[in-house]
């Protein structure tokens, strides 16, 4: 009787001990942003090949070492700076996220630095290998992002321009690397810039109250509601212009002609929720957004694939 229940204690602490690894698992995922780096590294190789590389073939590109090397060191300072952020943010994350820092409490705060200075120490390592140029992009790049976690993320307008702006800066680079410069490539820089901001701030409107006690002066807690409403509507036409030019300015074709032009129909639903603003319509709203994003990041892979065939 005695070894039945010895066998049943070791099996429900094994059971425990497993939950409690994978819990610590997916709270460190979710710290250091891991799907949303997946996301941005898809999108980057995506962009790299159908957009910025013009010239190489897919063979030449697949042995590029050095492109690869780049995204590399990419995703790791994404995953660090996911980190840093959710250290800085940990108090506003329990009233705004209280799953995903329930979920991270299965790790102490002293290992996510730990895992930071060790992402960040291989990112510049690997950097260094690639060139001293690549290095000083990278030092760059880690130095902001620590920054808007640290400061920048607490201080009205520039939050937000600096958080969309570390989004783009490896796509910059990479534009930079293969010197694609193009009046195409600009206006659909703006394009997901401007989209960028403003899921950055209908995000905001959503930790409003949250933001303001914890000291973050964001445009949602700075303005009247009328205001904030007014900005997100003025930088959606703005947008809508953007495609409009891009449609009728650039010859684009193919998948990225229906995207962009699938696109002015995605603005006008988004104005039209923000005209009639609630909790419920401003959440729809941001989520179309991040989705009609995801929909350009497939609308190029499909555009690419049909321009090289």
Not at 232 to 238: D, E, M, P, R, T
Not at 281 to 292: E, P, S, V
């Amino acid at each position: 009787m005695s070894s039945e229940k010895e066998s049943f204690q070791q099996k429900n602490f094994v059971s425990k001990s497993l939950f409690y690894r994978f819990s610590q698992l997916v709270g460190f995922l979710l710290g250091a942003r891991f799907f949303v780096a997946v996301l941005l590294t898809f999108a980057l190789y995506v962009s790299t090949f159908f957009l910025f590389n013009q010239e190489e073939s897919f063979r030449k590109f697949v042995f590029d070492f050095k492109v690869h090397g780049i995204i590399f060191c990419t995703v790791l300072s994404i995953l660090a700076g996911g980190i840093i952020n959710q250290f800085y943010d940990i108090e506003k994350d329990y009233i705004v996220k209280p799953f995903r820092t329930r979920v991270q409490s299965f790790i102490q705060q002293k290992y996510f630095l730990y895992v930071y200075l060790a992402l960040t120490v291989i990112s510049l390592g690997v950097a260094s290998f690639i060139s001293y140029r690549v290095l000083i992009f990278f030092v760059v790049y880690q130095f902001f992002m620590w920054f808007y976690s640290h400061k920048l993320s607490r201080i009205l307008i520039l939050n937000n321009l600096t958080f969309v702006s570390l989004t783009l800066y490896p796509f910059f680079g990479m534009m930079v690397y293969y010197q694609t410069f193009s009046k195409k490539v600009f206006l659909m820089a703006i394009f997901l810039f401007l989209i960028l901001l403003c899921i950055d701030i209908v995000k905001d409107t959503l930790t409003k109250s949250v933001d303001k006690a914890f000291g973050y002066t964001t445009i949602p807690n700075y303005f009247k509601s009328k205001n904030t409403k007014t900005i997100l509507i003025s930088l959606l036409i703005v947008t809508m212009a953007v495609s409009m030019k891009l449609i009728l300015k650039t010859g684009i074709s193919g998948f990225m002609s229906y995207y962009f032009t699938g696109g002015l129909f995605v603005m006008v639903i988004c104005v039209y929720l923000l005209l009639n603003s609630s909790r419920k319509t401003k959440f729809l709203t941001l989520n179309i957004l991040r989705f009609w994003v995801f929909i350009g990041i497939l609308a190029m892979l499909l555009n690419g694939i049909e321009g090289k065939l």
